[in-house]
């Protein structure tokens, strides 16, 4: 059996942390399981859909490393055909009837039940409808909406992360699943794609473990197999508050604006809720090996963006040259070596701080003099090249033996004026990049 999940966002907004997780717990397990990712995006709320966010979507995705087939793509607002077979069929069956409440009367119906302390349950009232009363309430201008008759039994399902899980189905209302204007409802659309998709599993956020039973019952009536489900805990933020109120910021166009890593999104991600030690990577592959959803725990786990931002300083400080040159390229470093990469990566915040090493190995740069005298002597004993990076120490050792300085009065002049800074990256790896010409003058105070 080929394992086949999805991806199911609605593109009525921009992806975030808390859905980057599901997805990418998605395509972690089918790479784990070597199978099929489905992007599919849940547009039938045609109010709410904006074409930008369509679009932001798999943009969103290819960042974090997700990918899956051109024909792995869908959406729902493709499919309306699909659906309508399976009203047809619901209906011939007697699962899907017309109802027409109003919103108001429903409303009205549900605080009765509430005061008489009944729990707010549709009273399945339209099932009592004759074929002459529904006549007249057509004459009258209403439409109906249809709703899907439940059976009323406890559902149960072994969830891959909660263990399992039983849903007493006597206490739902009978689901709308078409609306009066013909819109048909994310529960209908869900099974139906997932069926005609062969999707194994549903892996998805907690907040769908109440949609669960109805849409087993769905998957039964309609004849399909039932898939295996995994339920996510939802992210709340560092201080245990949901997420939801800080979703622009944790946006991953936010993110990414704001130069995290994807690779360290992915390995958070991936670990959060584990118990397994959050640690950066040099590929997603790396997060596949040992992928198991069974290690994802129930309770809320906590995503600490401060976590993220030093994850992605240690992500970069990890990069391998083969993966930073062509981004180093797109910033304008085309000239970057590896010896530059090697010798910065583990001292960025972000990718585009490269720039900043980059003018101080090519300048121009204005040197910082702490002891002018010092630094002009050490640049008269400066070697010869050809320099690799053993002739910093080479170097330092003569000047001390000279100066009879040690530590900190040894070096520090001697950053501050080759690279206006007060620390970075090691000196023995910059000084040959910065090359003897310019390493002279800014030792004599020259802007080089
Ligand atoms: N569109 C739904 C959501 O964004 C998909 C839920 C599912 O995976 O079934 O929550």
Same mark, same amino acid.
């Given at each position: 059996?080929?394992?086949?999940?999805?991806?199911?966002?609605?593109p009525?907004g921009?992806?975030?942390?808390g859905?980057?997780?599901?997805?990418?717990v998605n395509g972690?397990? +089918?790479?784990?399981?070597?199978?099929?990712?489905i992007?599919?995006? *849940?547009?039938?709320d045609r109010?709410?859909?904006?074409?930008?966010?369509?679009?932001?979507?798999?943009?969103?995705?290819h960042?974090?490393?997700?990918?899956w087939r051109?024909?792995d793509?869908?959406?729902?607002?493709?499919?309306?055909?699909?659906?309508?077979?399976?009203i047809?069929r619901?209906?011939?069956?007697?699962?899907?009837y017309?109802?027409?409440?109003?919103?108001?009367e429903?409303e009205?119906?549900?605080r009765?039940?509430?005061?008489?302390?009944?729990?707010?349950?549709?009273?399945?009232?339209?099932?009592?409808?004759?074929?002459?009363d529904? +006549?007249r309430l057509?004459?009258?201008?209403?439409?109906?909406?249809?709703?899907f008759? &439940?059976?009323?039994?406890r559902?149960?399902?072994?969830? &891959?992360?909660?263990?399992?899980?039983?849903?007493?189905e006597?206490?739902?209302?009978?689901?709308v699943l078409?609306?009066? *204007?013909?819109?048909?409802l994310?529960?209908?659309?869900s099974?139906?794609? *997932?069926i005609?998709m062969?999707?194994?599993?549903?892996i998805?956020?907690?907040d769908?473990?109440?949609?669960?039973?109805?849409?087993?019952q769905?998957?039964?009536?309609?004849?399909?197999?039932v898939?295996?489900?995994?339920?996510l805990?939802?992210?709340l933020g560092?201080?245990g508050?949901p997420?939801?109120?800080?979703?622009?910021?944790?946006?991953?166009?936010?993110?990414r604006?704001?130069?995290?890593?994807?690779?360290a999104?992915?390995?958070?991600?991936?670990?959060l809720?584990?118990?397994?030690?959050v640690?950066?990577?040099?590929?997603i592959?790396e997060?596949?090996?040992?992928?198991?959803?069974?290690?994802?725990?129930?309770?809320p786990?906590r995503?600490?963006?401060?976590?993220?931002?030093a994850?992605?300083?240690?992500t970069?400080?990890?990069?391998?040259?083969?993966?930073?040159?062509?981004?180093?390229?797109?910033l304008?470093l085309?000239?970057?070596?590896e010896?530059?990469?090697?010798?910065?990566?583990?001292n960025?915040?972000?990718l585009?701080? +490269?720039?900043?090493?980059?003018?101080?190995?090519?300048?121009?740069?204005?040197?910082?003099?702490?002891?002018?005298?010092?630094?002009?002597?050490?640049?008269?004993?400066?070697?010869?090249?050809p320099?690799?990076?053993?002739?910093?120490?080479?170097?330092?050792?003569?000047?001390?033996?000279?100066?009879g300085?040690?530590?900190?009065?040894?070096?520090?002049?001697?950053?501050?004026?080759?690279?206006?800074?007060? *620390?970075?990256?090691a000196?023995a790896?910059?000084?040959?990049?910065?090359?003897r010409?310019?390493?002279?003058?800014?030792l004599?105070?020259?802007t080089?």
């Amino acid at each position: 059996m080929t394992v086949v999940v999805r991806f199911a966002p609605s593109p009525t907004g921009y992806l975030h942390a808390g859905n980057a997780r599901i997805a990418l717990v998605n395509g972690l397990f +089918a790479r784990a399981q070597s199978g099929r990712f489905i992007l599919r995006l *849940d547009d039938t709320d045609r109010a709410r859909v904006k074409p930008e966010y369509v679009a932001a979507i798999a943009e969103d995705l290819h960042w974090l490393g997700l990918d899956w087939r051109q024909d792995d793509e869908l959406r729902q607002s493709d499919r309306l055909a699909h659906y309508e077979h399976a009203i047809a069929r619901l209906r011939a069956a007697g699962r899907l009837y017309p109802c027409y409440e109003t919103a108001s009367e429903l409303e009205a119906k549900r605080r009765i039940q509430t005061a008489a302390h009944r729990p707010p349950v549709y009273d399945r009232a339209a099932l009592k409808l004759t074929e002459s009363d529904r +006549a007249r309430l057509e004459s009258e201008g209403r439409k109906p909406h249809f709703r899907f008759m &439940l059976q009323h039994r406890r559902v149960g399902f072994d969830d &891959l992360v909660r263990g399992p899980i039983e849903i007493d189905e006597a206490s739902q209302s009978d689901p709308v699943l078409v609306k009066e *204007d013909g819109t048909v409802l994310y529960t209908l659309a869900s099974v139906v794609d *997932d069926i005609d998709m062969a999707v194994t599993h549903v892996i998805r956020g907690e907040d769908h473990i109440t949609n669960t039973g109805t849409q087993i019952q769905l998957f039964e009536a309609l004849g399909a197999t039932v898939p295996a489900f995994a339920h996510l805990s939802l992210l709340l933020g560092a201080d245990g508050q949901p997420l939801s109120k800080r979703l622009d910021a944790l946006s991953l166009r936010n993110l990414r604006a704001a130069g995290t890593e994807p690779l360290a999104l992915d390995a958070l991600l991936a670990r959060l809720g584990t118990g397994a030690p959050v640690e950066p990577v040099t590929a997603i592959e790396e997060l596949v090996a040992g992928f198991d959803l069974a290690r994802f725990g129930k309770a809320p786990a906590r995503f600490d963006p401060a976590e993220l931002t030093a994850l992605s300083a240690r992500t970069l400080g990890v990069m391998p040259f083969e993966n930073a040159g062509p981004r180093l390229a797109a910033l304008g470093l085309d000239e970057a070596s590896e010896a530059f990469w090697l010798a910065v990566r583990s001292n960025l915040a972000r990718l585009d701080d +490269a720039k900043d090493w980059w003018a101080v190995c090519r300048g121009p740069l204005a040197p910082i003099m702490e002891d002018a005298v010092f630094t002009e002597a050490a640049a008269a004993a400066l070697p010869p090249e050809p320099w690799d990076n053993a002739i910093w120490g080479a170097w330092t050792k003569a000047l001390g033996a000279s100066s009879g300085r040690k530590g900190k009065a040894l070096f520090h002049p001697l950053r501050l004026a080759l690279t206006a800074r007060g *620390d970075g990256p090691a000196m023995a790896d910059l000084l040959p990049l910065i090359g003897r010409a310019r390493a002279e003058k800014r030792l004599r105070g020259e802007t080089a």
